[in-house]
């Protein structure tokens, strides 16, 4: 499985972005997939996960109540709606998925944990 993210982009302080997450290459219906997050100098973060059957949501603390990831297993793709974004916003954003069983009930924070991992896209949040 291939992941694509894209839908980065420029955006002023307040505004909003939709970010997408494409599979080819196979289907990620039954996969939980995240989004992270790296800013220059700064250390990678979790931002949002999906399980693969959408009932369950996760954010990181520094984006509830603006970002809100869902997914469309028809599509195979996994959206981020991101409102209300800030400057530390900014960052290079990269989404992954995996299918397999974890013991580890927050191994969905680590990046490192997931088998499939795709391209970043570039978001610029203006002061």
């Known amino acids: 499985v291939q992941l694509q993210a894209s839908g980065g982009g420029l955006v002023q302080a307040g505004g909003s972005l939709r970010l997408t997450c494409a599979a080819s290459?196979?289907?990620?219906?039954?996969?939980?997939v995240g989004w992270f997050r790296q800013a220059p100098g700064k250390e990678r973060e979790f931002v949002a996960f999906?399980?693969?059957?959408?009932?369950?949501?996760y954010y990181g603390d520094s984006v509830k109540g603006r970002f809100t990831i869902s997914r469309d297993n028809a599509k195979n793709t996994v959206y981020l709606q991101m409102n209300k974004l800030k400057p530390e916003d900014t960052a290079v954003y990269y989404c992954?998925?995996?299918?397999?069983?974890?013991?580890?009930?927050?191994?969905?924070?680590?990046?490192?944990?997931?088998?499939?991992r795709g391209q970043g896209t570039q978001v610029t949040v203006s002061s």
């Open positions: 999906a399980r693969w059957t959408g009932d369950r949501l």
């Open positions: 992954a998925a995996d299918s397999r069983f974890h013991k580890d009930s927050l191994w969905y924070r680590r990046l490192g944990e997931f088998n499939f």
């Open positions: 290459g196979g289907s990620f219906s039954s996969s939980g």
